[in-house]
């Protein structure tokens, strides 16, 4: 039986959390409750939320990779 690890869920989370980042701060610049919201400091803010969990994934991709070439 197989599990998947539990980084991957994180790095789940970390993307998800992101979108709620970006649709929260569209949705106050929307709705007028912050005119002033710049939507460039909420991306950056999201797209740094999802690079932080970057390497997680990398090694996860690389650890795919070669456990599939040690087991041919």
Known sequence: ????????HLTNGAKIF???VTLVGLGLKAS???PTLDMTD??????????VFAP????????????EKDQS
């Open 56 to 67: 997680i994934d990398v090694s996860l991709m690389l650890q795919n990779i070669f456990k």
């Open 32 to 34: 007028g409750v912050t």
């Open 18 to 20: 992101a979108v709620v």
């Open 1 to 8: 039986m197989k599990t998947k690890p539990k980084s991957k």
């Open 42 to 51: 909420v991306l950056k803010v999201s797209g740094f939320i999802v690079l």
